[in-house]
């Protein structure tokens, strides 16, 4: 299976993407703020995925290089931040934004999905510190500290 996948998705690609094709847990796979799988395939945000043969991502008509840094923010939840650089990080806001899936519901107009997850913790909430969603993330954390106290 791997190496079927390596000559579809690329080498790089085919370890972030075969969990989705085969595992039956998906344990260290991020649905939420990464890729997703329907029955026609790969979707982040409101938005199809594609991926070459060479492990680039293509999205909305535009391709994002493969790197590994990239394919751990599209599919980890659990980020090995040793991989990623400032580069992919702005990578990954792109794809952000351009698909709305770090919003709720992918609306434009909509708050920041908020998460406990250690995804957004260490990387959507440091991408997305503030702005006009900034008063519904604050309310939204308002929220969930009252109710444990």
Do not use: C
């Not at 899936?101 to 406990?116: V, W």
């Amino acid at each position: 299976m791997i190496d079927y996948g390596a000559t579809r998705v690329g080498a790089l690609a085919s370890s972030y993407v075969s969990p989705y094709l085969y595992e039956t847990k998906k344990q260290n796979l991020d649905t939420v703020y990464g890729i997703r799988r329907d029955a026609e395939g790969g979707m982040i945000g409101d938005s199809r995925v594609g991926v070459d043969s060479d492990g680039n991502i293509h999205i909305k008509n535009v391709e994002f290089p493969a790197t590994q840094g990239l394919w751990e923010l599209l599919t980890r939840n659990r980020v090995d931040k040793k991989l990623v650089t400032n580069a992919n990080l702005k990578q990954y806001k792109t794809i952000l934004e351009m698909t709305n899936e770090h919003l709720e519901g992918y609306d434009p107009e909509a708050n920041i999905r908020i998460s406990k997850g250690n995804k957004f913790r260490d990387v959507i909430s440091k991408l997305f510190p503030g702005g006009p969603r900034e008063s519904g993330v604050e309310t939204a954390l308002r929220r969930e500290w009252i109710t444990y106290k």
